[in-house]
């Protein structure tokens, strides 16, 4: 069964240090989001892709985070430096088609667990 | 807008007891609602959701919930709760022609031996 890959699973690093995350969406799906999730809330939208374009990064703290999706496949979310409440986890979740549609479910990653120190 | 709330960020029940975890809805537009379940450091997994049609939907794992327009709510429930259930719960809503999702807070469900 296809599932959405992230990796690392878990990430502890020093504040103001630069940590990156990777997430490999089912293949074909052509939407792709990055949510940041911290605990005990709900998860909450960071940037949505299109393809290879930003459709969405009105939550992204452009300051520090960047995402990126070059060839419209894997994607990369990207914190520098990072800080103390930035702890959290992030996940990433693709969807099957490639425009807004009548219905699209979202399949989950496992998530990258970060822990800022 | 729209937007969820999840009454109860922590519920605890007896195994073979009823579940039921509430979730209401404000939405300007005809909503579609998802129910995810969410295992300790693990991703979110869709357990049931309402798009259009029946408004009892069924889901994986015996869960089920009602779409109950008068009451904006989308309460989801067991009739009889395993350990395996033990894990948070997120009620999210979205729309038509809309891809993206609105998640609640969580309810965490605890399942007593």
């Known amino acids: 069964e296809a599932e959405v890959a992230q990796s690392p699973r878990y990430k502890i690093t020093e504040k103001s240090q630069a940590v990156a995350f990777w997430c490999d969406p089912i293949s074909g799906h052509a939407t792709l989001y990055w949510y940041r999730q911290i605990l005990g809330q709900g998860p909450e939208l960071l940037v949505q892709f299109q393809d290879e374009s930003v459709v969405d990064d009105s939550q992204l703290p452009k300051d520090r985070f960047s995402a990126e999706r070059l060839k419209g496949v894997d994607s990369t979310l990207k914190i520098q430096p990072a800080e103390l409440g930035d702890s959290a986890m992030y996940l990433c979740?693709?969807?099957?088609?490639?425009?807004?549609?009548?219905?699209?479910?979202?399949?989950f990653g496992p998530g990258t667990r970060l822990t800022v120190l | 807008a729209q937007s969820v709330t999840q009454l109860g960020s922590h519920v605890s029940v007896s195994e073979g007891a009823l579940v039921l975890l509430r979730c209401n809805y404000s939405?300007?537009?005809?909503?579609?609602l998802f129910w995810y379940v969410q295992y300790p450091n693990q991703g979110l997994q869709l357990l049931l959701k309402?798009?259009?049609?029946?408004?009892l939907v069924k889901g994986i794992n015996g869960f089920e919930a009602e779409f109950k327009k008068s009451e904006t709510s989308f309460h989801l429930t067991k009739p009889s709760a395993h350990m395996s259930d033990a894990a948070e719960y997120f009620c999210?809503?979205?729309?038509?022609?809309?891809?993206?999702?609105?998640f609640g807070s969580g309810t965490k469900l605890n399942v007593k031996p």
């Open positions: 999210a809503v979205s729309r038509y022609n809309f891809n993206k999702f609105y």
């Open positions: 979740a693709s969807s099957p088609t490639g425009a807004p549609s009548s219905y699209n479910e979202q399949f």
């Open positions: 309402y798009t259009t049609g029946a408004t």
């Open positions: 939405s300007s537009v005809p909503p579609y």
